[in-house]
């Protein structure tokens, strides 16, 4: 196997091609770009029959769909901005993702502290209404047009709520307002959902590998052109500089910050539509308070801040909206903007964040469709598919923007404009498909755990409801055989085990150690100099 080409996935059809060759014949897709939006179009196209490869020039979910907030929602501060067509769409879709990965996504409830200066965005379109018809407002949010929106998301998703609704708190007799300062006596709780971003794209790069789909990493798309009604695509191993040439029907263009490079630069077709970059920070600190419900501030500005629990032991605060010049300048969390994060949750909690609290940070771009909106906040969520498919030629769909709730919708959308061009009519599937491991119900967490505890008892409590969230029914596969900690192989720390971290490279497309301790888990926030040194030794020596 070439080093950088992910390996093939147990059982799951075709695998990686190595570099330098041909495949015998076109694939009916390729997809560039390893991302939410990316790996479920792939997936998707896979279940419906096609052949399809996807090339990722780093690792799955390197770039924006590892960034995120962490959040399946419907966009609660999007109804401010008057988007209703897309917060009823995130909102159908938070339903169904979270049945169809119940591991690595699950059900919490948000408490909304209302303070005495509750202000809207100055952009925001209800504020300039409600400044034209209410002047005595004077930019503030009233108590009784907040409770109207958290009612309206209880309600655009549908009439059969998968999560409890809207309740009005009591702050000086719930847990969740000891942390915050005096005088903060009330308040709203509504529901929405956390996903683990990173795994959730691994998950569906499985799944589409699975189904046959032909999964490269680490493989950058360096030429791209149509003849003979088919595109002809040159990939770059990054790794060893090898090119393979392949030929595909169709070509997606889902690269994230770069789709407009890959427009301009590869395929030499530029669209009409733009992207515009905006930067998202992210700042995790020691937990800030004991329950397991977040927060969600308004800052200063009008924009809104989470507080989340985050990893059991942390708290992961954001995020920051703000331009970014280019997507070859890797994004950073800035001083400026950290202290901003802290300033908005400082603002309401009894005990400040300082500095030194913050024991990671991290930053994502957001591709987003440029609307040509005033500020990058009111940039819209939104995304469009471009299609240019001229008559005899083999078609090229580029996707603007998006959000990674609406990736399995995206993904949908997107197989519905390319599979007639292709001869393909196979029904929609995924509505109702689980990714892997997710094969169980809502509520069936509980009996999966009871379940592993029995069979597995050398695993303590953390570290079983770990590998849970992580893998799901796919737990007791990784485990098989296993009747004590030794059997699981070298020992790394933080209960990664060898085992695990084959599985990870064999099933998930993990390559490094920054792989499988910031994309695959999140256990770089536990592991030691010397212990990843050792995790990178196992795996080739790759960091």
Known sequence: MQKGQAMLPAGGGAGSNPAGTTPAGPADLLVIGGGANGCGIARDAAGRGMSVTLAEMGDLASATSSASTKLFHGGLRYLEYLDLPLVR??????????????????????????GADMRFAAESPVSRILGRVMPWTRGRRPEWLIRSGLWLYDHLGGRRPVLPRTRALDLKHEAAGIPLRDGI?????????????????????????????????????????????????????????????????????????????????????????????????????????????????????????FAIPYEQDFTLIGTTDEDHPSPDIAPECTRTESDYLRSAVNAWFRSPV??????????????????????????????????????????????????????????????????????????????????????????????????????????????????????????????????????????????????????????????????VLWRRSKLGLRLSGDQVARLAAHMGGRG
Not at 100 to 110: A, I
Not at 201 to 222: E, F, H, N, Q, S
Not at 485 to 493: P, R, V
Request: charged share 25%; aromatic share 8%; proline share 5%.
């Open 89 to 114: 769409e995130a909102l159908a879709e938070r339903d169904i993702l979270l049945r169809s990965m119940p591991h690595v996504s699950w059900p919490l409830r948000f408490v909304m502290p209302l």
């Open 354 to 515: 300082a500095h030194e609290d913050v024991v990671w940070s991290f930053s994502g771009l957001r591709p987003l469709h440029d609307d040509h909106a005033a500020s990058a906040t009111a940039v819209t969520r939104d995304y469009a598919l471009v299609l240019d498919a001229p008559a005899g030629l083999a078609p090229l769909l580029s996707v603007f923007g998006g959000k990674i709730t609406t990736h399995r919708h995206l993904a949908e959308e997107a197989l519905h404009r390319l599979a007639p061009l292709i001869g393909n009519s196979a029904p929609d599937w995924t509505r109702r498909a689980h990714l892997p491991g997710g094969n169980f119900p809502l509520d069936g967490f509980a009996d999966l755990d009871a379940a592993l505890r029995a069979r597995h008892p050398f695993l303590d409590d953390p570290w079983r409801r770990r590998l849970l969230r992580a893998y799901g029914t796919d737990a007791e596969k990784m485990l098989a055989g296993a009747e004590s900690a030794e059997d699981l192989g070298e020992h790394f720390g933080a209960t990664l085990t060898a085992r695990e971290v084959d599985w990870m490279t064999r099933h998930e497309f993990a390559r490094t150690a920054d792989d």
């Open 185 to 305: 006596t009330r308040g709203f709780e509504y529901s929405d959902c956390w996903v683990d971003d990173s795994r959730m794209v691994a998950l569906c790069a499985r799944d589409a590998a699975m189904r046959g789909a032909r999964i490269l990493t680490r493989t950058k798309v360096t030429g791209a052109r149509r003849e003979g009604g088919l595109w002809q695509v040159e990939l770059t191993d990054i790794a060893t500089g090898q090119v393979s040439r392949h030929a595909a029907r169709a070509l997606v263009n889902a690269a994230g910050p770069w789709v407009e490079q890959v427009l301009r630069r590869v395929t030499a077709t530029p669209g009409p539509e733009g992207v515009r970059l905006v930067r998202g920070s992210h700042i995790v600190t020691r937990r800030l308070f004991d329950h397991d419900r977040c927060y969600i501030l308004q800052g200063s500005d009008g924009r809104i801040v």
